[in-house]
């Protein structure tokens, strides 16, 4: 029970790594608000995730919706002790062939949303005197990614911004770090492949588990346990970190 009677906010909880955390911190004690735009997704992992979990609609690129968000959670729990920043969308092409809405749709939720959702939430932190962001980052951030010009340009940004968070907070007992995941086989992925590799999904996916040391694609418990130990007292000395979890990708390559 490493969370309990902690009360999280996880974004884009209704899919792949949110919804892995979602579950996770539960069975670790926390109070979860499962934040999604997706309906179906989000209230499906509030009912499997049971116990005091709720499901709230809401839009991490609207501003009327993080605040809401910020209001029912803390209404409810009266207090808001981990906001795990995990909502994002993917976009894929290199600069010149990303037009300038895709541009700003990537942007808008994987940048903008970060600072949308915390900029709610941090108050009552500073006020409580402690709390505890989650921001997720990506390979993306680290490396230069081909063909993902837009994605890469949203994370690098994520990745700024946790250890800018990370010198603003840090007075108030707050602790803001980043996770950096490498390919991760969730619906992200999956659509992904199917929209990019309809007639060879299967070798495509071979092909990213050969840039990963494991050789294997990391599953969504993978980084649910890593943004729990973030989340936990356990990583009470980690502050504006950014924690890989991707097989290897980032450490190096085999030349066979
Ligand atoms: N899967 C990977 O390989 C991988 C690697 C690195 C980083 N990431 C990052 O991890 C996060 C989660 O990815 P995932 O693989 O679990 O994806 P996913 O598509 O399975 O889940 C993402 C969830 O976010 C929700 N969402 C999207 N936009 C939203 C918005 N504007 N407001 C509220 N909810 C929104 C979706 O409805 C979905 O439920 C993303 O930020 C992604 O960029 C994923």
Redesign the pocket.
């Known amino acids: 029970m490493r969370l309990q009677g902690k009360t999280a906010i996880i974004?884009?909880a209704?899919?792949?790594?949110?919804e892995a955390s979602a579950k996770i911190f539960t069975a670790e004690g926390a109070h979860v608000a499962v934040?999604?735009?997706?309906v179906e997704?989000g209230t499906r992992v509030a009912q499997e995730v049971g116990g005091p979990a709720f499901f709230l609609c809401?839009?991490?690129?609207s501003p009327g919706d993080m605040e809401a968000m910020a209001r029912t959670v803390a209404e409810r729990f009266g207090r808001i002790d981990i906001l795990f920043n995990?909502?994002?969308?993917?976009c894929v092409g290199a600069l010149h062939e990303t037009s300038e809405q895709e541009w700003d749709r990537v942007m808008t939720?994987?940048a903008k949303?970060v600072f949308l959702a915390s900029r709610c939430v941090v108050p009552m932190m500073i006020a409580q005197r402690s709390g505890n962001i989650i921001n997720?980052a990506?390979?993306a951030s680290i490396m230069g990614l081909a063909q993902r010009a837009a994605y890469s340009a949203s994370?690098g940004a994520v990745y700024a911004l946790t250890r800018a968070m990370q010198a603003d907070y840090c007075r108030y007992g707050i602790r803001v770090n980043a996770l950096v995941?490498?390919?991760?086989y969730?619906?992200?992925?999956e659509g992904y492949l199917r929209r990019h590799y309809a007639d060879n999904i299967e070798k495509a996916a071979e092909d990213l588990k050969k840039r990963q040391l494991s050789g294997t694609l990391g599953t969504?418990e993978d980084v649910g346990y890593a943004a729990l130990y973030l989340a936990s007292d356990e990583a009470k000395f980690v502050y504006g970190s950014a924690l890989v979890v991707d097989g290897g990708f980032s450490a190096g390559k085999i030349f066979d």
Not at 181 to 184: A, E, K, M, S, V
């Open positions: 974004t884009g209704g899919s792949g790594i949110g934040v999604d735009r997706d997704g809401a839009d991490v690129a995990n909502a994002g969308v993917s939720v994987n949303g997720m990506s390979g994370k995941p490498g390919t991760i969730t619906p992200f992925v969504p």
